[in-house]
């Protein structure tokens, strides 16, 4: 059974940057569509950014779109995420997603429930 394991949340100032890392263990993440999603208390879960197959197809939310980067370890089988210029809004538990499929727009725009593995997520909190 595929697991996912999130880390690297905490609490940020405004303004300031984090990288959350998904490490993978009984899969290989270079044949996985990955996506990071969050969900703030009292909104429905968003993605964030997705990366395909091949390192060069990815997904940006236009919320994250100019300050979040998606990019992949496979000596570590782990994805992280970036963010930058974090804002207070920016605050929620924050996951990853795994799944064998290549379509990256299905699983990243169509329907997030097409991932078939989920982390247990990172809380993020963006606070003065």
């Known amino acids: 059974q595929p697991q996912l394991v999130e880390s690297g949340g905490g609490l940020v100032q405004p303004g300031g940057s984090l990288r959350l890392s998904c490490a993978a263990s009984?899969?290989?993440?270079?044949?996985?569509?990955i996506g990071w999603f969050r969900q703030a208390p009292g909104k429905e879960r968003e993605v964030l950014s997705c990366?395909?197959?091949?390192?060069?197809?990815?997904f940006h939310e236009d919320s994250v779109k100019g300050r979040s980067a998606i990019s992949r370890d496979n000596a570590k089988n782990t994805v992280y995420l970036q963010m930058h210029s974090l804002k207070p809004d920016d605050t929620a538990i924050y996951y990853c997603?795994?799944?064998?499929?290549?379509?990256?727009?299905?699983?990243?725009?169509?329907?997030?429930?097409?991932?078939?593995?989920w982390g247990q997520g990172t809380q993020v909190t963006v606070s003065s």
């Open positions: 990366i395909g197959h091949t390192d060069a197809n990815t």
């Open positions: 009984g899969i290989t993440l270079g044949s996985y569509t």
């Open positions: 997603a795994a799944d064998p499929s290549s379509d990256l727009i299905g699983l990243c725009v169509l329907d997030h429930d097409l991932f078939g593995s």
